[in-house]
Each structure stands twice: as C-alpha cells, then as structure tokens.
C-alpha cells in the first residue's frame, strides 16, 4: 500500500528506510549528506562497499543502524553522473521481489530526481508500480528541506541515536490539559478555518473530553476512545482520520489540530494512493527518555 506522507523522512515510522545513492563511495550533497551525518558508521560500511566493488548497480545492500534499517539503493555509478531509469527500476524490481525474505515490515522513500529523472515524472512511477500492491504500508515522503525553517539537525540526530520511549495515557492526558489550557480551549479546523472548543474532565474516576463545534453539537469523548486511539496511534507511528478507531472518524478533524499541540504529535498531509480519503493525519515522534545513548549496531544484507 503506498501512502504519500509530507514530511521528513528522518521522522518517518518506517522500519526501512531507502537511501539513493551512488556506487563511488560518496555521500557529497543534499540527502545523502544528512544520512552520512546522522549514521556516521554506516557511512564508513558504504565507501568499503563501493570500495570492493560489493555496492553495483541493480543491486542494494541492506543495513542495521539502531532502531532503523537503512536500504542503499545504487541510481548511478559516479557521483558526477546522471541516473539512469533502468539502474532504478532494476533495484526496485528486486526489492519487491525479495522484501519478505528481507524482513521488511514497513517502507520509507524518500522524494529524490537526478539529471533528467525527475521524482514526479519518471522514479515515482516505479515505485508505484512496483511496490503498491504489497501489503505493508509503503510511505512516499514529500519534503522540502530548505525551506522548513523550523528543522533542526541536532534534535533530529538524537532522535536517531538516542533512546526513545512511548508514552503513558496518564502523560498523554496531564500535556494534553497543557495544552488546551495553553490555547485557552480553542482550536481551528486545518484548512477550514472552522472553530471549534474543547474541555477536558479528568479525575481519580474517569476522564472526559468534550469537543464543541461553533456551528454544531458537543461530542463528549470517554477515556477508553481516547485511551484506545493513543494506543493505535503509537502502534502504528502513522494514523490517517479514516483509520481512528471507537467510531473517531467524524471528528477526525478536530482531533488531529489538538493532539498536534504536544511535543511528540505532529499533524500532517496523508494519503492513501488513489484513495479519495481526507488526506490529514496524525504522526508520532516517540520522545527521549533519560537513559543513556545507545550504539549503533551494524549487519548487513546484500543482495
């Protein structure tokens, strides 16, 4: 299942993810430079790829960094040259035949062109075609790195190689009352510029959360939904509004603009490809915990 996500790849909730790359040893610019910055050591295994020759084009090398899996997928031989579309398809071909034996339960790609190959037009098709009808969940990530004035490499890099852990409904609930206090109770529709307010009951009993449209009823929510959303949510990494569990669906809308006031939720554009689903979602950034930084570990499968 393909699903076009906006947003970085690095805080993607993909097991694997893809890695454009060239069969030089160099990780030089854009993307690969952010991969050779925050995976120093799987840097190091690749230039000894290319350097023995193991790294070629039609095929990848599949390696462990941490929590992450990093899939090297050779588009060129030099650096300095154009890709092209048969050196892709060709790997991608053999990804998709071999992903089951390779264990991957989830997919990340990241949006990438080179020379005349542009991502709209000529990779993202193969990709399509290739890999949609599998049924782990294949996310295409659009992102402009330049222009995210908000990004910052350091936070990403511990996000990376740094522990991180999931979060307590309990904790969930006391950042959530943060928050609506924050904002005073009132929150927008994203796009629509619809308000909306939203109380929170919680006590040693029971925990209640209202939503009240400006131009409709209230909707009181019990602890179990939400209880019950959270824990999807953080199963699943990723969570389109269609894919709420407890009957949530409808107020999809207004969940997704609250739970993107904490600091571990992020509100963004998904979609299903080719689906006419609404295309917001909610993405979980697990957060660090205290414990110390844990190291790298590398295997690798080469194929």
């Known amino acids: 299942m393909i699903i076009t996500v906006e947003s970085d790849i690095f805080v ?31 840097y190091e295994e690749y230039r000894a790829l290319c350097a023995s020759g193991r790294l070629a084009l ?86 402009d790195r330049k222009h995210d004035a908000a990004r910052n490499l350091r936070q990403i890099a511990d996000l990376l190689n740094k522990p991180v852990g999931r979060v307590p409904f309990e904790r969930l609930l ?49 602890d179990s939904q939400l209880a019950d959303l959270w824990a999807t949510l953080q199963a699943a990494g990723l969570l389109m509004g269609w894919q709420f569990p407890g009957a949530l669906e409808p107020w999809a809308p207004y969940l997704i603009p609250l739970l993107d006031g904490l600091d571990y939720v992020r509100g963004v554009t998904a979609a299903v490809s080719g689906s006419g689903a609404a295309p917001n979602a909610l993405l979980f950034v697990p957060p660090l915990t205290q414990a110390s930084p844990h190291t790298l570990t590398l295997t690798a499968t080469e194929e």
């Open 174 to 222: 006391r950042d959530l009352g943060r928050v609506i206090r924050k904002a005073n109770g009132r929150f927008v529709v994203g796009g629509s510029g619809a308000g909306f307010s939203v109380s929170l009951e919680a006590t040693a009993r029971r925990t209640r959360l209202t939503l009240t449209p400006d131009d409709g009823e209230p909707q009181t929510l019990s």
């Open 12 to 42: 993607s909730p993909a097991t694997v993810w893809v890695h454009p790359v060239n069969t030089a040893g160099v990780m030089g610019s854009g993307l690969s430079s952010e991969f050779k910055r925050f995976f120093p050591q799987v």
């Open 58 to 143: 039609g095929r990848v090398w599949l390696a462990q960094a941490g929590r992450k899996r990093i899939l090297h997928l050779p588009i060129k031989a030099h650096w300095r040259a154009n890709a092209k579309r048969e050196d892709i398809e060709a790997a991608v071909q053999l990804l998709a035949s071999r992903w089951a034996e390779w264990g991957i339960g989830s997919l990340a790609v990241p949006e990438f062109g080179d020379g005349d190959l542009t991502w709209q037009a000529d990779i993202r098709p193969l990709f399509e075609s290739a890999l949609d009808a599998l049924p782990i969940p294949v996310y295409l990530h659009i992102y």
